[in-house]
């Protein structure tokens, strides 16, 4: 009777790891589409034209990190938009290659102007500068 009760024992636990690792599976599944339904939310749609002129980013310009360097190089000329947001650049001097739509952004060509406003900075408009100290 040892032997049997051993044997029923040991069919049960090997049922109950077995259950425990469909669980992990099906958790794992779970995981994986919340995941992949977050990232597909904070996608943003980039449409682009041949003829614009991007910028692109250099993901891989870790041989000498500055603080202040620039990872976005360019600018780029778009040549041919591909579906599902491939996109053909060239440049003068690199050529033409094919890159992820996600790695561009728009160049803006010419300086940006903006309208100045005078501040006036005499202080004769304040009628007691003692109002404007700090009291203990």
């Given at each position: 009777?040892?032997?049997?009760?051993?044997?029923?024992?040991?069919?049960?636990?090997?049922?109950?790891?077995?259950?425990?690792?469909?669980?992990?599976?099906?958790?794992?599944?779970?995981?994986?589409?919340?995941?992949?339904?977050?990232?597909?939310?904070?996608?943003?749609?980039?449409?682009?034209?041949?003829?614009?002129?991007?910028?692109?980013?250099?993901?891989?310009?870790?041989?000498?990190?500055?603080?202040?360097?620039?990872?976005?190089?360019?600018?780029?000329?778009?040549?041919?938009?591909?579906?599902?947001?491939?996109?053909?650049?060239?440049?003068?001097?690199?050529?033409?290659?094919?890159?992820?739509?996600?790695?561009?952004?728009?160049?803006?060509?010419?300086?940006?102007?903006?309208?100045?406003?005078p501040i006036r900075l005499d202080m004769?408009?304040?009628?007691?500068?003692?109002?404007?100290?700090?009291?203990?």
């Amino acid at each position: 009777m040892d032997l049997k009760a051993a044997r029923e024992e040991r069919i049960l636990t090997l049922n109950e790891l077995d259950e425990f690792r469909l669980d992990t599976y099906e958790n794992a599944r779970i995981y994986k589409e919340k995941t992949k339904r977050w990232h597909d939310k904070h996608i943003r749609k980039k449409d682009f034209e041949v003829g614009q002129k991007v910028f692109l980013f250099n993901s891989r310009l870790r041989l000498f990190p500055r603080k202040l360097k620039s990872r976005w190089s360019g600018p780029f000329t778009v040549t041919r938009v591909h579906p599902y947001g491939a996109v053909e650049v060239s440049h003068k001097e690199n050529g033409t290659f094919t890159v992820n739509g996600q790695r561009l952004k728009p160049y803006i060509d010419g300086m940006l102007s903006c309208k100045s406003i005078p501040i006036r900075l005499d202080m004769k408009d304040m009628k007691d500068i003692g109002e404007w100290s700090y009291r203990l």
